[in-house]
């Protein structure tokens, strides 16, 4: 059985220096350069039996706690430069499983082009959780919630729904799609869909001086695993607005305002999946033309 100390000693081996980095793994801080004037910072934890399950591969498990933490790092338009990773395990996690898991966090942080620089590690008879600090920078602006106005248009990344069949655990920050749209001039808001486009959408709308949006239900990307499972489109579509963890980008773009040509963006994303009404409150408007009120509906933490 290795010691703690032991084990932080491995890992300074085990994730590496970087350029930039003055003082890394097995202090009581780091000491890096930092990329630009204004960094970029999130935190964001991954908690067995919420994110996921002990069934689940635990590499997978590592780099989806990396991997959420850059999705928002993405929806501010920002890249990654260094990681923190705090590690809650349970007291009879197996070492295999452990290296695993480190090996997750590894493979998305070099994906993702950024170091871990550090963090801690701690035992207890609960759960295992882990926790990822990122810092980045940006290359230009920060994109926000609060941009958003009445006749912008709606748009995602991606398509959307069903990540409980693996999606949730294989998803690939949108962090080019991020930087991207922020030297976009037409884009005025974007967010990571972590919590269910719905409830995301009626964050940014709130952020935004409580206005509303109507979504068309012809537009909106499905996830090809929702359909398979589906009984029919209606179905699939609910699953779309409201199953969260999906983690593309959403954002709004200013009317009649073409993108510029080239970049990371398929066609789909390019075209309007809704537009923003000055009016609060989320609607469906089906393709016979009937509008259907929508709750925003999604994944959230129940706090007492």
Not at 10 to 36: E, P, S, Y
Request: aromatic share 4%; net charge positive.
């Amino acid at each position: 059985m290795a010691s703690e100390r032991a084990f932080t000693r491995g890992l300074a081996q085990f994730f590496g220096r970087a350029r930039g980095v003055r003082v890394g793994i097995g202090d009581d801080a780091a000491v890096v350069d930092n990329a630009a004037t204004n960094s970029v910072l999130c935190c964001d934890p991954v908690v067995e039996g919420v994110h996921f399950t002990r069934t689940d591969p635990p590499a997978l498990v590592g780099r989806k706690a990396v991997n959420r933490n850059l999705s928002d790092l993405a929806a501010m338009g920002a890249l990654a430069d260094w990681l923190l990773v705090s590690l809650v395990l349970p007291t009879r996690y197996p070492a295999a499983a452990r290296q695993q898991l480190l090996q997750g966090i590894r493979s998305a942080a070099r994906a993702g082009n950024c170091t871990v620089i550090g963090g801690d590690v701690a035992t207890s008879r609960g759960p295992l959780v882990v926790t990822v600090t990122a810092v980045g920078h940006l290359p230009g602006r920060a994109l926000v919630r609060s941009g958003a106005r009445a006749g912008d248009t709606v748009h995602v990344t991606g398509p959307l729904g069903g990540s409980i069949h693996g999606h949730h655990l294989r998803f690939r920050p949108a962090l080019r799609e991020g930087v991207w749209l922020a030297r976009q001039r037409a884009v005025t808001a974007a967010i990571d869909v972590s919590d269910g486009l719905l409830l995301d959408l009626a964050t940014l709308l709130h952020t935004s001086g409580g206005l509303g949006a109507e979504l068309d239900a012809a537009a909106i990307p499905i996830r090809p695993v929702v359909l398979w499972h589906a009984r029919d489109r209606r179905t699939a579509l609910r699953h779309a607005l409201a199953d969260g963890e999906d983690h593309v980008l959403l954002w709004t773009q200013k009317p009649r305002v073409v993108l510029a040509r080239g970049g990371p963006l398929t066609g789909s994303a390019r075209a309007p999946i809704g537009r923003v009404t000055r009016k609060p409150g989320l609607w469906l408007i089906h393709a016979d033309g009937s509008r259907e009120r929508l709750s925003p509906k999604g994944f959230e933490h129940r706090l007492r």
